[in-house]
């Protein structure tokens, strides 16, 4: 394994029926780091992602997981990578505890094997208290970081999350982001989709923007803020907007309007700024760009579904 | 999926043993109103027209009525256990609580899932026709103790109606879906396969249906072997059942394929 990428997926594509719904991607992932997969609803992630674990034969291209073909060898891959999978799957019918063995025991573990790690993993979920708790009691955020434990109970050397944060609130949001980046530390690879991207830019080292099948951009997020977008952003919103916005575009090099705000992008916006100073019926946001705006400039504004 | 990769036969290996814990475990905490409601039905239905109706009919084919229609209740039994749990609790766990694809994200394969869901079928309705089989003998309507001998048979019954089952899941929209198998396929069976009366008194075009069922297959062993004989014919019987078993097997494995892996 040194040296040799952990993920690595080349020319995939994928058809469903008449959809091309994967049009060519390449990933490479070495061990140990935190790979995200960013784009809107529909772009093809998690279909690439059911690629990646041989759960889905790909209509062209190659796949090597953990050393192993995909999907070819897919089972050998799966016994050393963990799934955060974007729908809760627990099951429903045992207490924390029964989940993890179940679980456990598809990996061939032995139940003694599995028990052995459960303190840890509930520590680690901070169900610690939870052991013998129903999974109905319990709270989204609880069964998340479950779900997370789960992944964790084969100790894995790779795991794929697909959104491991929808629908949590902020505080276990940033409980499940400090977790993900202690597996980074222990030197886990991590594949994860999201569109959330502060969590992308918290927790990933090198992103990949896609957008209908294919990937468009990638790179860390500083590095795609900076060869992307200009530096600083100006939200501007309010009466007299339209007025305004004609004068701005003369201001900045560029500007942008979505619905009933405007956007300007520029490395200096002190123009724009002194010219917001007298308009007090104009309501604005100064802010450093962020991967939220070179991932709406490349994949645009309007709904996916 | 490719078609030669869909339509090759089942993978089996021994990975589909924690599938069938899974769902033991998950019975054993609800393991006596399961077991009470799989005799239930059965036990009234037989109960109620063995005394009530054999009170009318006497006897059939030599026997009490109650004790023909024992040996059709052992089978028929066996076949609704077996495809309430290929019907509604596969569907549960493979639709509803996504409980399949949470296992294929370990590994196995849904090659594995099919299999370990099949033999949890056949297993609970091997408990089911034993169950029934039990009350029958400590009621006296077993005089042989050839009757053991329809163990293996039950759990046969129970691994072509558990396939059948499955291949009908991996087709299902919702629950409402199994009302067309239950009420256009297996009611009639129940009533053609020689459970309540013998199929040689119907007209032979309808003879010719029955002897294509699997029930059929099965109440024609079950029956003579409680009291002690083997059915004629044994070895037809035995392979048109495991016909049954192994080719709607190998369709739930295909069309569960075409469900689940795109």
Redesign the interface.
């Known amino acids: 394994m040194n040296g040799a990428p952990a993920l690595s997926a080349r020319g995939l594509r994928k058809s469903f029926g008449e959809t091309e719904v994967v049009r060519g991607v390449d990933i490479e992932v070495p061990p140990g780091e935190c790979f995200g997969l960013l784009g809107p609803n529909g772009a093809g992630k998690t279909t690439t992602l059911k690629l990646c674990l041989g759960l889905s034969d790909p209509d062209a291209g190659t796949i090597e997981l953990l050393g192993e073909p995909v999907p070819r060898r897919a089972r050998e891959a799966r016994r050393h990578v963990g799934v955060v999978p974007q729908f809760d799957n627990l099951d429903p019918d045992f207490t924390v505890t029964e989940n993890l063995v179940v679980y456990g025991r598809y990996f061939g573990m032995q139940v003694r094997e599995i028990e052995a790690r459960i303190p840890q993993l509930l520590e680690f979920a901070g169900l610690a208290g939870r052991a013998q708790a129903k999974i109905q009691t319990l709270s989204g955020g609880m069964r998340r970081r479950l779900t997370l434990a789960r992944a964790l109970v084969n100790d894995p050397k790779l795991i794929f999350m697909d959104e491991p944060t929808t629908g949590l609130d902020p505080q276990a949001r940033h409980l499940i982001w400090e977790h993900l980046r202690h597996l980074t530390l222990e030197g886990r690879t991590l594949v994860l989709t999201t569109h959330f991207m502060e969590e992308a830019e918290r927790l990933c080292r090198r992103v990949a923007i896609m957008d209908h099948g294919r990937i468009i951009a990638e790179g860390s997020p500083r590095q795609l803020v900076a060869r992307h977008i200009e530096s600083q952003v100006v939200e501007v919103h309010g009466q007299g907007i339209e007025a305004w916005m004609a004068r701005a575009a003369s201001l900045v090099p560029r500007v942008e309007r979505a619905g009933e705000t405007v956007f300007c992008y520029a490395s200096d916006v002190k123009p724009v700024l002194e010219s917001l100073a007298g308009q007090s019926e104009l309501v604005y946001l100064h802010r450093p760009a962020s991967l939220e705006d070179v991932f709406l400039k490349l994949t645009g504004r309007d709904l996916r579904d | 999926?490719?078609l030669a990769?869909r339509y090759a036969p089942p993978a089996l290996s021994a990975?589909f043993w924690?599938?069938w814990?899974?769902n033991f475990?998950?019975w054993k905490?609800l393991a006596l109103p399961s077991i009470l409601g799989n005799l239930a039905d059965p036990l009234i239905l037989l109960f109620g027209l063995g005394y009530g109706l054999g009170a009318v009919i006497g006897e059939l084919e030599g026997t009490s009525y109650f004790a023909y229609l024992a040996g059709g209740f052992v089978a028929s039994a066996t076949m609704y256990a077996a495809t309430f749990e290929s019907l509604f609790s596969a569907f549960s766990r493979m639709h509803v609580?996504?409980?399949w694809?949470?296992?294929?994200?370990?590994?196995?394969?849904l090659d594995d899932v099919v299999t370990g869901e099949w033999a949890w079928c056949a297993s609970k309705a091997l408990a089911a026709g034993v169950a029934v089989l039990i009350v029958v003998a400590l009621f006296g309507y077993v005089s042989s103790a050839l009757a053991l001998a329809a163990i293996p048979v039950v759990l046969l019954i129970g691994l072509a109606f558990g396939a059948l089952g499955l291949s009908i899941n991996a087709l299902a929209s919702s629950y409402d879906y199994f009302s067309y198998y239950l009420t256009l396929a297996l009611t009639p069976m129940m009533i053609l396969s020689g459970v309540f009366f013998p199929v040689e008194r119907l007209p032979e075009a309808i003879q010719a249906i029955a002897v294509v069922l699997p029930l059929y297959h099965g109440v024609a062993i079950v029956r003579p072997m409680l009291s002690g004989a083997l059915a004629p014919g044994l070895l037809v019987h035995l392979a048109v059942l495991a016909a049954y078993a192994i080719v709607a097997f190998y369709v739930a494995v295909v069309l569960t394929r075409r469900r689940l892996?795109?």
Do not use: D, F, G, S
């Not at chain 2, 949470?102 to 394969?109: D, G, K, Q, R, S």
């Open positions: 999926m490719n990769r990975r924690p599938v814990q899974r475990l998950v905490k609580q996504r409980t694809e949470a296992i294929v994200n370990a590994p196995l394969t892996l795109k």
